[in-house]
């Protein structure tokens, strides 16, 4: 199994942000974790990256126990996290953004060959290269932070809220992106509340709800639960 996490409980402050919630990926998979606003996604995914400490439990990476280390070893692990709301710095160029994400790889080669890799799978990016971020489109902003995420060379992707913000049309374009990705050897762990796109590319889903995981299985099974079908797909 390529991600444990395994029994992580987590607070801000004093609230309860997750509760006793196990997740597992495994290699060369997609994992989705769907749930409304304000039910944990993005704490998991943040717990992940190091970016907040546990209360309790443990999380493993590639048989390597990471809560505790710092979030750029953690990176060089080859976990990698896209953020909500995609940060990218948007007055610099589409290039030094892209750069940026290999700032961890010292090999000029490496770093350059996974440069043709991202504009081959987004030459709208390449057409952009010397524009800065914060004048693309929605839909390319968010181009240009998986690719930024895939220029530091994931072993596993983590994907927080990709969808938020984009029209339809884009959405589907980003679920190509997500299958390709995927493909190409890069396992995922997707958080959205886009729940059609979120089932549409998993192998396996988890629905949380106030910090709890309250469903789990494969996707197909997932799918068609009642729960799932009444809570999230108007069945």
């Known amino acids: 199994m390529l991600l444990k996490v395994k029994n992580i409980t987590v607070h801000y402050g004093k609230s309860l942000a997750l509760n006793d919630v196990s997740v597992e ?3 060369g998979s997609v994992v989705s974790i769907i749930g409304a606003n304000g039910a944990g996604k993005s704490t998991i995914l943040r717990s992940l990256s190091g970016l907040m400490p546990l209360t309790s439990g443990g999380i ?3 048989d390597k126990r990471i809560d505790g280390m710092a979030a750029n070893e953690i990176v060089k692990l080859g976990l990698v996290h896209i953020p909500e709301g995609r940060k990218l ?3 610099l160029t589409v290039l030094v953004n892209l750069k940026l994400g290999a ?9 350059n060959q996974a440069m043709e890799e991202v504009f081959e799978r987004f030459p709208i990016l390449y057409e952009r290269r010397n524009q800065q971020a914060g004048t693309l489109s929605g839909g390319e902003q968010q181009m240009l ?3 930024r995420g895939l220029m530091a060379r994931p072993r596993l992707l983590l994907m927080d809220e990709p969808s938020l913000g984009l029209a339809p049309i884009v959405v589907d374009e980003l679920a190509e992106v997500i299958k390709d990705i995927n493909q190409r050897g890069v396992s995922i762990l997707l958080v959205e509340q886009n729940i059609p796109l979120a089932l549409r590319v998993a192998n396996r889903g988890y629905a949380l709800q106030v910090g709890k995981v309250v469903l789990e299985g494969d996707i197909d099974e997932f799918k068609s639960t009642e729960t799932v079908r009444r809570a999230y797909l108007g069945g």
């Open 145 to 147: 932070a998986i690719a």
């Open 25 to 27: 990926v495994a290699e």
């Open 60 to 62: 493993w990476f590639s």
């Open 89 to 91: 710095f948007p007055y």
């Open 103 to 111: 700032s961890l790889h010292k090999d000029k080669s490496g770093t």
